[in-house]
């Protein structure tokens, strides 16, 4: 069986300085990320926090039930997307997966039920544990959730999965169950790629596109885990068995907590992001490097006479042979440093130019 990570539900797809594109048949309202899982991104807190998180979701009585509805602009790839996020302080701080904002240009927060709505920046996020947080501009006295534990799951007892799905803007419960603990799986998105995520939680809920960043409730409303991933039989139209996976919401709390005191690594990436602008592609010809496919308008690399058929062969003094080198050593950088690149151009000619990088979308 084939798992998708449900991606937000968006209308048309490109990339970037990278890989990955979303589910085609999601609101793309970023479960956002382009693979065909649900991918549901954890807030980061450090223990202590996490108790004090439990404190305010039990106690609050603000705007809202504590679950948002994430709409998403992806503006160079002409598409929008939708998905779900918690929240997990009154003033906006807001959980969510890291492919229901990838590749945005601008991310509302919308509180169903009410009139209210926020602009949103990406404090940081986790790609290969596919968690993000948001911030809410302007929010306060905003319901949170109420937070539980996965620490003493057990398989067979019940769950509800909550979120956006279908990209409707309304929240729709899904009822199921605890089908299994501590999953590996592997999700693949609509051009080949996968990824593999480890510790899910199963279970039979009925998990749809635009859940992406939803909580998974136990029976007491507490949430236990972050609907991430589905599989292909839980997409609309289709007849087989219903099968979901979230990440437990003990660790997407351990990596909230990580962005949220700022520790960047090797998979935590803390404030904005660095753009190039160039989509790359693999070189076809002898040599190395990343091969300019195209440029985006007013870019940096426009502004640096980029063309396409370039061969990028360095960044920042690193050598890029692939566009993964390409994505990976921009992604290092700040918004607003200055980098030299080094280019073959389709006569042969070797250059080198400086240029500074813009802020751009999370990857």
Known sequence: MRLVRHPPIERKSMELEGPMRPWPNEPRRRLHSRLLLVALVPIVVAAAVVAGLRLIGSHSRGIGSGVVVIETNLGYQGAQAAGTGM???PSGRVLTNNHVIRGATQIRLRVPGTNRSYSARVVGYDVPDDVAILQASGASNLTTVSVGSSSGLQVGQSVQALGNAGGTGRLTPAPGTVTGLGRGITVSDDQGGSESLHGMIETDAAVRPGDSGGPLLDSGG???????????????????????????IDRALSIAGQITRGEQSASVHVGGTAFLGVEAGEASYQGSGAVVASVVPGSPADAAGFAPGDLITSVGGHAISSPDDLSAVVATQKPGASVSAVILDQSGNAYTTNLKLASGPPR
């Open 222 to 248: 507490h949430v236990i885990g972050m609907d991430t991933a589905a599989s292909e039989g839980n997409a609309p139209g289709a007849s087989s068995a219903n099968q979901g996976f979230a990440i437990p």
């Open 87 to 89: 929240v997990l302080t």
